[in-house]
């Protein structure tokens, strides 16, 4: 509906009710007010279906009525042309030119695709490929940038071609364990024949690169093979314990101290697979004993909610992870160490 319309029979309904209460009227002043619910009703339920259908598309889209009016735009619109929405809805489009938008309007009911000129509301001319079709007396368009791609499509990119390395990575890491694990054998039971120093320390530099490998086999093997253990309850301050425990000699030797601050011991009760978050709290020592070679301190704070979740804080006093690295930190085997030197947080 037009607004200027709306704006007129809502005003004209009004003023029968302010009759109807005035003269004490009651079914006058009844009958107005239920259409005057009713008209808003099915306009908000208008604008309602409106967003529904251009919000799943992942692209930059508008719906305009048939006077070129944004009715509505969904959020990759917004952050792509950096229009608010009081700044663009009940206006006509200002990031198409108005010859578009006409024709448009006067080629009803026809799918249209064409390519144009697009601006940003800080006047940045783009190519854009337009698709607009009517539907439900709307117009709905779909204005895809050259180049433009979809966050969500990205990571779904993304996820496919993770899968598919570990898949492969499944049966690398099965093929190297067996040879990896007789290399390392062999060479222990050479270095117990050797007596020559230097050589020992040559044989001590081989197993532990042997060591290294046999790390990452495992780690692709967990990431290609599903975890078989079941989810149980347990205290994750008991896990905190456990996996600090681990690293007791390391953290003496590197001259770092540990702190658990325990907030309500007896709700920290967690539901998961055990070993599998004990894995991710030691995958974390170990990367802070890493960042902290003059020794330092690791702090560990948990703080159970009244929403059944737990918060768990961890902190060091190292250099931390530089801004343009934080958001790949989730990322398998991504490290800023030199080689054979980490293979990531393994979160």
């Known amino acids: 509906m037009d607004k200027k319309i709306f704006l007129?029979?809502?005003?004209?309904?009004?003023?029968?009710?302010?009759?109807?209460?005035?003269f004490e009227i009651k079914w006058l002043a009844i009958f107005s007010f239920f259409i005057i619910l009713m008209i808003?009703?099915?306009?908000?339920?208008?604008?309602?279906?409106s967003s529904i259908e251009i919000e799943n598309i992942k692209i930059p889209a508008t719906i305009i009525d048939k006077n070129g009016i944004v009715i509505h735009q969904n959020r990759a619109h917004a952050e792509y042309f950096g229009f608010k929405d009081e700044e663009i809805i009940g206006k006509i489009d200002p990031t198409l030119p108005t010859e578009i938008i006409n024709s448009i309007i006067k080629k009803d009911e026809e799918t249209i695709e064409l390519w144009v000129k697009a601006k940003k509301k800080n006047n940045e001319a783009i190519d854009v490929e337009i698709i607009s079709f009517f539907k439900k007396k709307k117009y709905i368009i779909l204005k895809r940038p050259i180049g433009y791609k979809s966050p969500i499509l990205d990571k779904f990119m993304e996820a496919e071609k993770l899968a598919v390395i570990g898949s492969i990575a499944s049966g690398l890491a099965h093929q190297l364990n067996t040879p990896l694990g007789t290399i390392l054998l062999t060479s222990q039971l050479i270095k117990e024949e050797i007596k020559d120093r230097e050589l020992r320390k040559e044989i001590d530099t081989i197993e532990s690169q042997i060591k290294f490998c046999q790390n990452i086999v495992k780690k692709l093997l967990t990431l290609s093979k599903p975890s078989e253990?079941?989810?149980?309850e347990f205290n994750i301050?008991?896990?905190i314990r456990e996996a600090a425990k681990l690293f007791e000699k390391t953290f003496q030797k590197n001259n770092i101290k540990f702190r658990l601050f325990a907030n309500n011991e007896k709700d920290a009760i967690f539901y998961g697979k055990r070993n599998e978050i004990m894995q991710v709290f030691m995958?974390?020592?170990?990367?802070?004993?890493?960042a902290m070679p003059e020794g330092g301190e690791i702090k560990v704070n948990t703080f159970p909610t009244f929403f059944d979740n737990i918060i768990i804080k961890i902190s060091d006093t190292g250099k931390g992870i530089e801004p343009p690295h934080r958001?790949?930190?989730?990322e398998p085997f991504f490290t800023t160490k030199p080689v054979s030197k980490g293979t990531g947080l393994g979160l």
């Open 229 to 232: 253990e079941e989810d149980s």
């Open 237 to 239: 301050n008991d896990v």
């Open 327 to 330: 958001d790949r930190i989730f």
């Open 40 to 49: 808003f009703y099915f306009s908000y339920k208008n604008r309602a279906e």
């Open 283 to 290: 995958n974390l020592f170990s990367n802070s004993i890493d």
């Open 8 to 22: 007129i029979i809502i005003f004209f309904f009004s003023s029968i009710l302010f009759v109807g209460i005035i």
